[in-house]
């Protein structure tokens, strides 16, 4: 079983000029650098969509980092909540 390759940030922003500012073709890319021609445009596209392209694992996007900050917030809520009702009939049958 091979491993797989990983290839910087750098390299991948590089393939992609070579095709977009160079003028070269996306299979003659791949080629004399010894990629896959798909995996080269698959790049080029991600470049094209996203000015924070080639992030890397593991590192979140800014909206994905809101939304797990957000969630942890709801849960912590919603536990707070819950406790606040249990105290609130504990007191009201503590009253009768």
Do not use: C, H
């Not at 004399?32 to 890397?56: P, Q």
């Not at 800014?62 to 009702?85: D, T």
Request: proline share 1%; glycine share 4%.
């Amino acid at each position: 079983m091979s491993k797989r390759k990983k290839y910087s940030k750098e390299f991948k922003q590089d393939a992609v000029r070579l095709v977009t500012e160079q003028g070269y073709s996306i299979a003659e890319s791949a080629r004399n650098l010894g990629l896959n021609a798909n995996m080269l445009a698959r790049w080029k596209k991600e470049s094209e969509e996203s000015e924070d392209a080639f992030r890397g694992n593991g590192k979140l996007t800014p909206e994905q980092l809101e939304v797990r900050q957000l969630r942890s917030e709801v849960k912590q809520l919603r536990l707070e909540r819950e406790i606040l009702k249990k105290a609130t009939a504990f007191f009201i049958n503590e009253s009768k």
